[in-house]
C-alpha cells in the first residue's frame, strides 16, 4: 500500500498548493530584487556626491530626492512630465503603426521587403537630433516638429524587428496555419503574430527608449525656442540658473517613468503573451 502520508511529508506534487498572495506573487517574480538593485545605486550615488564635496556638481540622492518633492508639491514637474508624455505616447503611436505597415508589406511581398531594407539602411543610422533641423524647418515650433523626430525614432528599429521576427516563424508552424485553412488577417493574427511577438516586444522596447531620449533632446532645442515645452525645457532652465538639483530632479523623473512603464507595461504584455503562448521563457 503505497503511504500517501508519507509522500507528503516529502514534498510529494501532491501536496496542496498554497493560495497565491499579492506578496508573494511579487517575490516570485524577483521585484524584491529590483528594490535591492536601485537601493544599492542610490546608495553609491549619496556616497559619490559626498566624495565630491560639491552640490553644484553632483548633488547626493536626498537632496535629489527632495528637490523632486518640491518640484511635484509646487505643480510644476507633474505639468511638465505630462506634456512630454502626450507628446511621447502620440508620436509613439503613430510610428508603431508605420513600423506595423512597413512590416507587413515586406512580408507579403519581395518588394516590400526590398523597400523596407533599402529605407532602413537610408535612414536607421540617421541620429533623430539630426533632423531637429528640417523639423524645425518644415513643420514649425510646436508639437508636429516634436512627433516627426520621434516618428522617426521609433520606425526604424521597430520595423526592422517585427520583420526579422516574422521572418524567423518556423516554416512547419506556418504550414499547419496554411493546412488549417487560415489565410490573410487570421492568418496573421493567429500563426504569425504570436510566433513573432517576442522579436516584436523587444522592438517595442527599443523603440520606447528611442522616442523618449529622442524627445527629451528635441525640447532642449524646441523648448528653448517657444519658452515652453516638457522635461526637457525643465531641465535647460534649471541648469541654467544652476539648480543641479532640480536638474538631476528632472532626470529622475525621467528614470522613474522608463522603470514603471518596464514594470507595468512591458512586464504585463510579456506575461499575458509571450510567457502564456510559450514563446518565451517567464
Not at 20 to 30: A, K, M, N, S, Y
Not at 65 to 75: D, M, T
Not at 83 to 90: E, F, I, K, N, W
Request: proline share 6%; glycine share 10%; aromatic share 8%.
Amino acid at each position: 500500500m503505497v503511504d500517501y502520508q508519507g509522500l507528503l511529508q516529502a514534498g510529494s506534487p501532491l501536496r496542496p498548493a498554497k493560495a497565491e498572495t499579492p506578496v508573494r506573487r511579487w517575490i516570485g517574480t524577483g521585484g524584491w530584487r529590483r528594490l535591492v538593485i536601485l537601493a544599492a545605486l542610490a546608495a553609491l550615488w549619496e556616497a559619490a556626491a559626498r566624495i565630491v564635496g560639491s552640490p553644484l556638481l553632483l548633488p547626493g540622492f536626498l537632496a535629489t530626492l527632495g528637490a523632486f518633492g518640491q518640484g511635484v508639491a509646487s505643480g510644476e514637474l507633474p505639468l511638465r512630465t505630462l506634456a512630454s508624455l502626450q507628446v511621447l505616447v502620440a508620436g509613439y503611436a503613430i510610428g508603431v503603426v508605420a513600423a506595423a505597415v512597413l512590416a507587413g508589406l515586406a512580408t507579403a511581398s519581395r518588394l516590400g521587403a526590398e523597400l523596407l531594407s533599402t529605407l532602413t539602411a537610408m535612414f536607421n543610422p540617421l541620429p533623430a537630433i539630426a533632423l531637429l533641423p528640417i523639423a524645425l524647418l518644415w513643420f514649425g515650433l510646436g508639437t508636429p516638429s516634436l512627433l516627426f523626430v520621434i516618428v522617426h525614432s521609433v520606425l526604424w528599429p521597430l520595423a526592422l524587428a517585427a520583420h526579422s521576427g516574422f521572418r524567423a516563424v518556423p516554416r512547419p508552424l506556418a504550414m499547419v496555419g496554411q493546412n488549417l485553412g487560415l489565410s490573410g488577417a487570421a492568418y496573421v493574427a493567429r500563426i504569425l503574430v504570436p510566433a513573432a511577438f517576442p522579436a516584436i516586444l523587444a522592438g517595442l522596447k527599443i523603440g520606447w527608449a528611442f522616442a523618449w531620449r529622442t524627445l527629451i533632446a528635441a525640447e532642449l532645442v524646441f523648448g528653448v525656442s517657444s519658452r515652453s515645452g516638457g522635461l526637457g525645457w525643465f531641465i535647460y532652465v534649471n541648469r541654467n540658473q544652476l539648480e543641479t538639483a532640480n536638474v538631476f530632479a528632472g532626470l529622475l523623473a525621467i528614470i522613474l517613468i522608463g522603470l514603471l512603464v518596464e514594470s507595468l507595461l512591458f512586464r504585463t504584455l510579456s506575461r499575458l503573451t509571450v510567457e502564456r503562448w510559450g514563446t518565451q521563457n517567464p
